[in-house]
Structure formats: structure tokens, C-alpha cells
DNA sequence: AACAGCATATTGACATTGTCAACATTTTTT
DNA sequence: AAAAAATGTTGACAATGTCAATATGCTGTT
């Protein structure tokens, strides 16, 4: 007899549904996502989200946020190795950052996209990218240690990183990039670029 | 008398309809364009709109179209300034590109964003896109000349370049930035900091 | 154990939306 | 002027988000 008989109660559908709602993105876009397709996949009728979730934009809020404590915490591992030269950290934590935008497009694209925005303001989201935004602000600080070049405010030289690795990302996703062409040594020249560009202007 | 009596041909559609839609898309976001409401607004009914354009994403497209040729013509009237250095170039060409997605937040994340996504390979679109990436070859390939750095591959430098500026303009439109920063020295340490790694490499 | 209250899930209903087919009206062509 | 093409309108339908009413299972108190 099979264990899977189906109860009434759920009894974990908030993660499940947050999992499932991430797959669905991964496969065809977070317009893809539907109350009722997500509730099907569940096995789950299509209202029973709305006891976990005020309404879909909530859902896809958390789902966003989840996104970031993934990528957070992907990118902390590799600062918090302290064997490495505060350059070779920042190069590491850019190819790590496009790394996660390479390979969960769709939910990048949730992340940073135009979804978010009403919703911005939201303290699970606005923690998450904080989270993010100190990480890269403590390399950079250290950066500007090792490199003299102090003077510059730091919060700035993060605001232009983290465009630049943005940025990269955005237009990889979206195939702005022609497709022969090899991504990977513009991945190396944008990082070497920034990092000479800073040290150029101390 | 007066010379509004709607005739049951509107006889120039097509134009109003994108017009009407890009002062919707900058009002309330892509989303909040709907076929009923645009007709209503052009004093036209919902179907309309289906004459002129296949689907929603059509007409989408052909605005999104249309902003491209709009930043395509601004920069370049500042590219053919012929009396500036190409540094200076770039760096106008950066401003006045941030400009745009500054000044036409909701048309610019319409440009790039995910809902170009599916029809980007459409040749109004490709087109439009691949003019302005020519604009800024033949300036950096200047730079290149003007600094002696012309071992590195122009196309790679243009991605970079372009990487650098869309992810500012991206980050600028969605409030990444915190409120009380000041975004002026943001975009010229932006500016300054690829131009300065596009030299130190040389 | 029984019961009450709460958490959770289901279903029917409704408004909104994109889209198509059938029809209406105007313009252009023959 | 008749025919044909172009353009605009309306009714209909399916898909979707969401809410209210209802049903079902769980948990703690007595």
C-alpha cells in the first residue's frame, strides 16, 4: 500500500509550493506561473495557496527572496575564504554571481526584474539584497585597503561593482550577447576592467 | 463646429495606438496596458487595435521598437559631435543613455526586460538593438586607437562597456539604490572607472 | 474520550483580460 | 455604381486571480 495516500491536510504546502512555483519559473518564465497549474502540480486545489500567501505577488515575493538567500549564501562561502587576496575574492565573487544568473535565469530575472517592484519595500526582500550588498561592501572595503585608494567612499565603488556584474548578467540572460560568441573572457575583461578601473584612480 | 466628429475609420491609427501606449507604459507600467483600456483611450473599441498589430506582444514589440530608435537617434547625435576626444564621447554616450532609461523607466525595462524575450530574434527589434551596439563599436574602437589598447578585442570591450552602463540603468529604474544617495558621482565614477580600466590595460 | 475552536483545503462564483469570428461601415478599385 | 478591400465593432469564450461559503482535519481543554 502505497504511503501516499493523499490527506486532506497538506500539512507542508508552503515550501512545496514555493519549490514547485521555482521549478515552474526555471521552465517557462515566471509568467508561467499559474494558481491553478501550481495547485495542480501540488495535487492541491488552486485556493488553497491563498492560505499561505495573501496573493500570487506575495508568492512570487517569497520565491524572489529565497532566490537571494541562495545566491547570499553561495557568495558569503566564497568570501569567507581567507586564504584569497581581497582581488582575487572580488573576481571570485563576480564569476559566482554570474554563475547563479547563468544558471537560474528566470529566477534572476524574478529577482531584479520589474516584478519586485511594487513590492520592494518589503522587509524579506529588502533584507535578502541588504545581505547581499554588505558582502560585496566588505570586499571592496578590504580592497581598498590593499590597494591604498581609500579615499574613494566605499558605498560607491559597490553601486559600480555591482552594476557592472548586474549588468553582465542582464544582458547574458536576456541573449543580448550574440550567440558564437565566447562568454566566458568577457567575463574575465568586465571583472579585470572594474578592478583595474579602481585601481587606476587611487 | 467642431472638427472631432469621430468618423467610424480612425485613418491613422496604428501611430496613436503606440503612442498611446508608451504614455500608458510610462504611467503605470507595461503591465497596466490592456487592449480595452488603450482603445477606450484612443476613443476606439478593443478590437481595433488587431488590425494593425497580430497580438498584444506585437504591439508590445513595435513600441519597444520604437524607444530603441529613440535612444539609437540620441546617442547618436552626441557620437557625431566631431570635435570631442573619444574619451569624452564615451562618457557623453554613457550619460545620455542613462538619461533615457532615467527619463523612460518603464519603456526602457519594456526594452530589455523579459517581455522582449520571446520575440527579441524579430528583425524591428534585432535591428533597432544592433544599431545602437554598432554606435557604440565605432566609439570605443576610436578609444582604442586614441589609447593604444587596439590588442583587445572591440566586441568584447563593447560588452563590457555596455554591461557597465545597462546594469547602472537597470539598478538606477528598479530602486536598488538607497534613496538618499546621490546618483550624479555614482554615474561618473561608473563612467570613469571602465574608462580607466579599458586604459590601465593597455 | 468528547467537544470546541482553529488551521487548512475545496468549490462555486465573479470580474478582468486576450482573442477570435461574425458583422458593419468606410474607402478604394474596377 | 458595383465589387472588393480595409478598417472598426460587438458578442462570445477560455483562462486567470481572487473571494466567500463550505468542508475537513488537527489540537488542546475539560
Redo the contacts with the bound molecule.
Keep these: 500500500m502505497k504511503n501516499e495516500k493523499?490527506?486532506?491536510?497538506?500539512?507542508?504546502?508552503?515550501p512545496v509550493l514555493m519549490d514547485e512555483a521555482a521549478k515552474m519559473i526555471a521552465e517557462g518564465g515566471a509568467a508561467?506561473?499559474?494558481?491553478?497549474?501550481?495547485?495542480k502540480r501540488v495535487?492541491?486545489?488552486?485556493?488553497?495557496?491563498?492560505?499561505?500567501f495573501?496573493?500570487?505577488?506575495a508568492?512570487l515575493m517569497s520565491v524572489s527572496a529565497s532566490g537571494f538567500e541562495k545566491l547570499s549564501s553561495e557568495v558569503q562561502s566564497v568570501i569567507q575564504n581567507g586564504e584569497m587576496s581581497f582581488e582575487s575574492r572580488l573576481l571570485a565573487l563576480g564569476k559566482v554571481y554570474l554563475q547563479f544568473a547563468i544558471e537560474n535565469p528566470a529566477h534572476y530575472r524574478l529577482m531584479y526584474g520589474k516584478e519586485a517592484l511594487s513590492r520592494w519595500n518589503q522587509p524579506v526582500l529588502k533584507e535578502s539584497a541588504d545581505g547581499l550588498f554588505d558582502h560585496l561592501y566588505e570586499v571592496i572595503k578590504g580592497f581598498q585597503g590593499e590597494c591604498d585608494i581609500s579615499e574613494k567612499d566605499t558605498r560607491t565603488l559597490v553601486y559600480v561593482a555591482w552594476s557592472s556584474v548586474h549588468g553582465l548578467a542582464s544582458i547574458l540572460i536576456e541573449k543580448h550577447i550574440m550567440a558564437e560568441v565566447e562568454i566566458e573572457p568577457i567575463i574575465n575583461e568586465a571583472m579585470q576592467t572594474i578592478i583595474n578601473g579602481f585601481k587606476a584612480a587611487s
Excluded at 508561467?32 to 495547485?39: C, D, F, I, K
Excluded at 495535487?43 to 499561505?52: D, F, N, T
Design positions: 493523499k490527506s486532506y491536510h497538506h500539512k507542508n504546502l508552503r508561467s506561473v499559474t494558481m491553478r497549474e501550481l495547485g495535487g492541491v486545489s488552486r485556493g488553497a495557496a491563498y492560505r499561505h495573501s496573493d500570487k505577488d508568492l
